[in-house]
């Protein structure tokens, strides 16, 4: 026996509204009598923390606090379900749920899934719905004990439990062991009828990236993280060195000019909203401000541009954060001049952007993203080293000595977006959705006048209204008339979506 799930031309990864088809192949080398095939498509975010004796969340151990116990959340976000067999007109027959023999060979039954927008687990219809609440009933119609119609399907009881964010549903994450990971995987279980066998299972994961919230429109604002500075002014023995080879000559006012040191402000600057996209360069600007009459130069001797992003992970109750830090670029042993000893006070000068225009996003950097149990934010930082005084190859400078600062600087509110664009019509109706029709004028309710569809009769005294399913929201009727779209950057995201999940075993928050 063999399962083995083929997808069809898939991509590096899936995004929201994708197609996500294939065929579910079955190998047999006997005959076995089947009962049915189910495909799910599922998409899990769990967490976990460490606790110490105090039942507190804990990070960095030390011999009085040392982790003794775990605490973990489990959200469905993607939970869609598929019987391929029997086929919908084999489980209308009579014998519709009766299990079938299948004989040796090579057997494929197809199945297509479309991605939603959205998050499941923070909906209650949909969780009410699934086994373990709503009752019983399934996709083929004859239930029996075991649910729907033969399969088990997840018990929606225990996600209402628990706290949730309706929000487009997450990338994929990996890269913290037994704290947090977002997967998602397509899974296969053939039911073979009997007490004495068990059911096969099979199941592969794919990458996701979800597509952008609609951006805000493009201004002339910027955001800016700003620092002044003045260097250390120099003693008037070396000025007095250096004002002639033969000696000290009475020049008052070059004298005071030398004895002026410099004084700038460092910016730097991002469009506002700050947004990066995935994959691509910073749009960053570093400006610096003369503040002061010096008519010393100031050189820029090394550059470091940092990406920090901080997952945030809940456990219930319990919280901790990780951060993480990607060096986008970094420059070494420069000598490039900072404005001109000659400019004006108050003139900015932009420094030359060669280091950084060019050097797109690690693609292991997620988009920004907001789900029931995690969150990731950015933030960039910077260090720029700048001197007083010209350095030269050798480790030597200019006469007398080089004076050198080193700023921090920090852009804090920065969002990331993925770089996949929404369809034309998802953003249109994001602007501004489209008001239904008006009713026509109602027509005569005199007795043994015709129904009217648009305007149901009231219910009389005692009468119970016919159930009918909930419609579906306004996101999610968008969605069944859109595709994905086409362009998509490169993403790594997760290295490796099929290795096996680095998490601990799944325990109620109440232990």
């Keep these: 026996m063999s399962i083995r799930i083929a997808l069809d031309n898939p991509p590096e990864f899936y995004t929201n509204l994708d197609f996500i088809q294939g065929r579910i192949i079955l190998g047999l080398n006997r005959p076995e009598t089947i009962g049915n095939i189910v495909v799910k498509l599922e998409g899990d975010s769990r967490t976990a923390l460490d606790l110490d004796d105090r039942g507190v969340a804990v990070n960095n151990y030390s011999n009085s606090h040392f982790p003794t116990d775990y605490r973990s959340e489990t959200h469905k976000l993607l939970y ?7 086929d919908a007109a084999a489980s209308a027959s009579p014998v519709g749920g009766m299990p079938g023999v299948m004989y040796p060979g090579q057997h494929e039954f197809p199945f297509k899934f479309k991605v939603p927008l959205n998050n499941i687990c923070g909906n209650p219809t949909a969780m009410a719905a699934l086994n373990g609440i709503g009752g019983i009933g399934g ?72 597509i952008e919230s609609p951006r805000p429109p493009i201004t002339k604002q910027e955001a800016f993280a700003r620092r002044p500075f003045t260097f250390d002014p120099r003693t008037p023995e070396v000025i007095k060195k250096r004002t002639s080879f033969f000696g000290f000559q009475n020049n008052t006012k070059a004298q005071e000019e030398e004895l002026i040191p410099p004084s700038l402000e460092m910016s730097a600057r991002l469009p506002y909203p700050s947004i990066l996209t995935c994959n691509q360069p910073i749009p960053l600007r570093l400006v610096a401000k003369k503040l002061s009459p010096s008519k010393e130069q100031v050189y820029l001797t090394s550059l470091e541009i940092a990406l920090l992003g901080f ?33 004006a006070v108050d003139t900015e000068t932009v420094l030359p952007d060669r280091f950084w225009a060019e050097r797109p996003l690690p693609n292991t950097v997620a988009p920004s993203f907001t789900t029931c149990n995690l969150s990731r934010h950015y933030e960039i930082e910077l260090r720029i080293t700048l001197t007083w005084g010209k350095p030269i190859k050798g480790g030597k400078a200019t006469a ?64 119970v209204p016919r159930y009918d399913d909930a419609p579906p929201s306004y996101d999610e009727a968008m969605a069944q008339q859109l595709t994905g779209p086409q362009e998509r950057p490169a993403y790594s995201g997760v290295t490796a979506e099929n290795d096996p999940s680095t998490m601990p075993p799944e325990k109620s928050g109440l232990h």
């Design 80 to 86: 869609l379900v598929k019987q391929v067999y029997p």
């Design 139 to 210: 996709p083929s119609g004859s239930a029996n004990f075991l649910g729907f119609a033969g399969f088990r399907t997840m018990d929606g009881s225990k996600q209402l439990m628990l706290q949730h964010v309706r929000a487009t549903l997450p990338p994929s994450l990996t890269g913290f062991p037994r704290k947090a990971e977002i997967r998602y995987y397509i899974k296969v279980t053939i039911q073979r009828p009997g007490f004495f066998k068990e059911n096969w299972r099979y199941q592969i994961g794919f990458k996701f990236l979800p």
């Design 311 to 343: 997952t945030h992970i809940r456990v219930f109750d319990s919280r901790n954060t990780e951060a993480t830090r990607w060096v986008v670029a970094s420059a070494n042993n420069l000598a490039i001049p900072v404005g001109d000893p000659n400019d």
């Design 400 to 463: 007398p000595y080089p004076k050198q600062l080193s700023l921090p600087l920090k852009l804090s509110k920065v969002d990331i977006y993925s770089g996949i664009t929404p369809p034309p019509e998802l953003v249109q109706a994001a602007a501004g959705r489209p008001q239904p029709p008006p009713l026509p004028p109602r027509a005569s309710t005199a007795p043994g006048a015709p129904h009217d569809p648009l305007y149901p009769p009231q219910l009389a005294p005692g009468e």
